[in-house]
T-cell receptor, first 112, second 114 residues
Framework: SQKIEQNSEALNIQEGKTATLTCNYTNYSPAYLQWYRQDPGRGPVFLLL?????KEKRKERLKVTFDTTLKQSLFHITASQPADSATYLCALVNQAGTALIFGKGTTLSVSS | DTGVSQDPRHKITKRGQNVTFRCDPISEHNRLYWYRQTLGQGPEFLTY????????KSRLLSDRFSAERPKGSFSTLEIQRTEQGDSAMYLCASSPDRAADTQYFGPGTRLTVL
């Protein structure tokens, strides 16, 4: 079955630095991968989707890469701010295309 | 577009009681999903509707769980004879009528079973 791993449960960085979060997957070759942000007590919010034929995608201070050979996606937040503190979830669509499979998430804390 | 709404936001119940949650998706979205999330975990898929048809159910959805989406609009998730292990955040999401692309999540219903 498809499996997703987000290597770090928690990441602490200082304001202004770049945060890099990792997502690895196995047993599957997804057509696309997504990243969501989740704040405590709230539902996930979509951030970015990257397709298998896209190596990199950017949105404001966010950048996502997708390496289908390594089966890995990297999620970068540049010039991080305390407001970026949240849990970031990586997600793949299942093989049936009917639902998302989420990683456990990485909780990012940005200190000022 | 008012987003996905869920009701109630919090529910505390005693073991053995039945509970029902409601989800109102974004109005033009044909697809509706239910997920469950426990502390420190990502959301886990429970079930999926295309309009009023329930097309897929996870093995996590035991026979104590039932979901409906009458008329293809709002959806309800009922848990019968609740157990302490049912304590979790229950999330509803919706998406337009294509493959499980971007999903729009509601705020969730936090269930606590005492």
């Amino acid at each position: 079955s498809q499996k997703i791993e987000q290597n770090s449960e928690a990441l602490n960085i200082q304001e202004g630095k770049t945060a890099t979060l990792t997502c690895n997957y196995t047993n599957y070759s997804p057509a696309y991968l997504q990243w969501y942000r989740q704040d405590p007590g709230r539902g996930p919010v979509f951030l970015l989707l990257i397709r298998e034929n896209e190596k990199e995608k950017r949105k404001e201070r966010l950048k996502v890469t997708f390496d289908t050979t390594l089966k890995q996606s990297l999620f970068h937040i540049t010039a991080s701010q305390p407001a970026d503190s949240a849990t970031y979830l990586c997600a793949l669509v299942n093989q049936a295309g009917t639902a998302l499979i989420f990683g456990k998430g990485t909780t990012l804390s940005v200190s000022s | 577009d008012t987003g996905v709404s869920q009701d109630p936001r919090h529910k505390i119940t005693k073991r053995g009681q039945n509970v029902t949650f409601r989800c109102d998706p974004i109005s033009e979205h044909n697809r509706l999903y239910w997920y469950r999330q426990t502390l420190g975990q990502g959301p886990e898929f429970l079930t999926y509707f295309q309009n009023e048809a329930q097309l897929e159910k996870s093995r996590l959805l035991s026979d104590r769980f039932s979901a409906e989406r009458p008329k293809g609009s709002f959806s309800t998730l009922e848990i019968q004879r609740t157990e302490q292990g049912d304590s979790a955040m229950y999330l509803c999401a919706s998406s337009p009528d294509r493959a499980a692309d971007t999903q729009y999540f509601g705020p969730g219903t936090r269930l606590t079973v005492l």
